[in-house]
């Protein structure tokens, strides 16, 4: 079955970058599903802060684009994600989420509308701290 | 951008009672919503797609409706394990959720 493992350190300094990656099994990634990043901190709710088609095309959240990059690698069938100048405020749980609909195209590109997220990994606690 | 305000963000609510959920959108975000329900410790899973599309294996009690900027999540029976949060995910041009409904027992 598909499965979704994210992996990286627990721990990121402030001002440091947070490296990320996702690795994906059960599926190939090269096939025409979205894959995305979103965040929880602890306490709060959900923030989605990227996806990315396996073309390579990437979305992000306004509020975030600034500080992130996604990007994927369909030889390793992992996709990454790099959020710079961390502060305390980035300290969250992580999910890396697969979207449920088979695309042959950009659709989000091309239509402007998401896919909701199906299939999501465990998630991995990052925290920022000195 | 749009602006996605859920209500309640806590409710209480006994066995078997009909538990409605509410999700505005400040501008028309067509039929693109999901909802998720998340337990504590555990990974979001999805309930409901493009606003009233039950997600394969979820149970029938649930249902979603709503288009254009008002959509609601609705429990007909609300059973122990359905205790949890529930978000909603506007999916038109950016991704965002609501800011989350506890349901607790009463």
């Known amino acids: 079955q598909v499965q979704l493992q994210e992996s990286g350190p627990g721990l990121v300094k402030p001002s440091e970058t947070l490296s990320l990656t996702c690795d994906v099994s059960?599926?190939?990634?090269?096939?025409?599903?979205?894959l995305g990043w979103i965040r929880q901190p602890p306490g709060k709710g959900l923030e989605w802060i990227g996806t990315?088609?396996?073309?390579?095309?990437?979305y992000y959240n306004p509020s975030l684009k600034s500080r992130v990059t996604i990007s994927i690698d369909t030889s390793k069938s992992q996709i990454s994600l790099n959020l710079s100048s961390v502060t305390a405020a980035d300290t969250a749980i992580y999910y890396c989420?697969?979207?449920?609909?088979?695309?042959?195209?950009?659709?989000?590109?091309?239509?402007?509308?998401?896919?909701?997220?199906?299939?999501w990994g465990q998630g991995t606690m990052v925290t920022v701290s000195s | 951008d749009t602006q996605l305000t859920q209500s309640p963000s806590f409710l209480s609510a006994s066995v078997g009672d009909r538990v409605t959920i509410t999700c505005r959108a400040s501008?028309?975000?067509?039929?693109?919503l999901a909802w998720y329900q998340q337990k504590p410790g555990k990974v979001p899973k999805l309930l409901i797609y493009?606003?009233?599309t039950l997600q394969s294996g979820v149970p029938s009690r649930f249902s979603g409706s709503g288009s254009g900027t008002e959509f609601t999540l609705t429990i007909s029976s609300l059973q122990p394990e359905d205790f949890a949060t529930y978000y909603c995910?506007?999916?038109?041009?950016?991704?965002?959720f609501g800011g989350g409904t506890r349901v607790e027992i009463k």
């Open positions: 989420a697969r979207t449920g609909v088979l695309r042959y195209f950009d659709w989000l590109l091309v239509v402007g509308a998401h896919d909701a997220f199906d299939i």
């Open positions: 501008q028309d975000i067509r039929s693109y």
């Open positions: 990315i088609y396996h073309k390579g095309n990437t």
């Open positions: 493009s606003a009233s």
């Open positions: 059960g599926y190939s990634i090269s096939s025409g599903y979205y």
């Open positions: 995910q506007q999916l038109n041009r950016q991704s965002l």
